[in-house]
């Protein structure tokens, strides 16, 4: 049985950064308004600038406060119910095991964990009340594999698991939940530091919005509990 999903309504954590915004232009691009949900500030004001008929809304949330997030999501139901969140919002510390601190955890721990999971708490119900819809998270390559720095790893690694959790849970519901790996993107910040070889393998972001936007798309709808890597050679 094939599931038909609205298109209404997508909202977009981390949208002001550079996965996020291209996760925006490709749903705008297939005709779906966005919620753009970032910290405040002129790059997430920028995505709402000069979309007619408020196609893209931003609207700027410390994601990882679980208040404030409550409370951006019923200024979300004001605008329409939505189909799809796709919780990109993330951050990223290096350091091996003597490197890591408090402080390096928490912040990792906050941006990438709390962050997607106070976002999912969210919209779930808002999803199962309309008996389906998806959600998309991202984690990372170095969530199942490889060497990598510890408290990074570690949280995107809890993003995984919280994907298989959900997907489990909301799967009565109709709410499909995955999740892309993505390794090393292809962003301006990244090209500052990556050898020529690996620039040239590094997955742009528009390829991961596509697939993201897949994966929220009715013809995704046998897929829940996924983690997808989109790494490439990278």
């Known amino acids: 049985m094939v599931v038909t999903v609205p298109a209404s309504v997508v909202v977009v954590t981390g949208a002001a950064g550079a996965l996020g915004r291209a996760v925006v232009a490709e749903f705008v691009g297939q005709g779906r308004r966005v919620i753009a949900l970032d910290r405040a500030g002129e790059q997430l004001d920028a995505l709402g600038e000069g979309a007619a008929d408020r196609v893209v809304i931003p609207l700027g949330v410390d994601l990882a406060d679980r208040a404030a997030v409550t409370a951006v999501w019923r200024r979300v139901d004001e ?57 998309v998270m991202v984690g990372s390559k170095t969530a199942v594999s490889g060497a990598a ?74 897929i829940s509990g996924a983690a997808i890597p989109v790494y490439g050679q990278s």
């Not at 605008?79 to 990109?88: F, N, T």
């Not at 709410?175 to 790996?181: I, K, Q, S, T």
């Not at 530091?193 to 596509?210: G, H």
């Open 79 to 135: 605008v329409a119910a939505p189909s799809a969140l796709v919780a990109v919002a993330g951050g990223f510390v290096g350091g091996r095991l003597a490197d890591t601190d408090p402080g390096v955890l928490e912040a990792m721990l906050q941006s990438n964990f709390v962050a997607t999971l106070w976002s999912c708490q969210a919209a779930a119900p808002r999803l199962a009340e309309a008996g389906n819809g998806s959600i």
């Open 149 to 222: 720095p510890i408290a990074y790893a570690t949280s995107k690694a809890a993003v995984v698991r919280l994907t298989e959790l959900l997907a489990q849970e909301l799967r009565p519901t109709g709410v499909r939940v995955n999740a892309v790996l993505p390794s090393v993107i292809d962003t301006p910040a990244n090209r500052s530091w990556m050898s020529e070889d690996l620039a040239q393998r590094a997955v742009p972001t528009t390829a991961i919005a596509k697939v993201i936007a897949f994966l929220c798309s009715e013809d995704a709808w046998p």
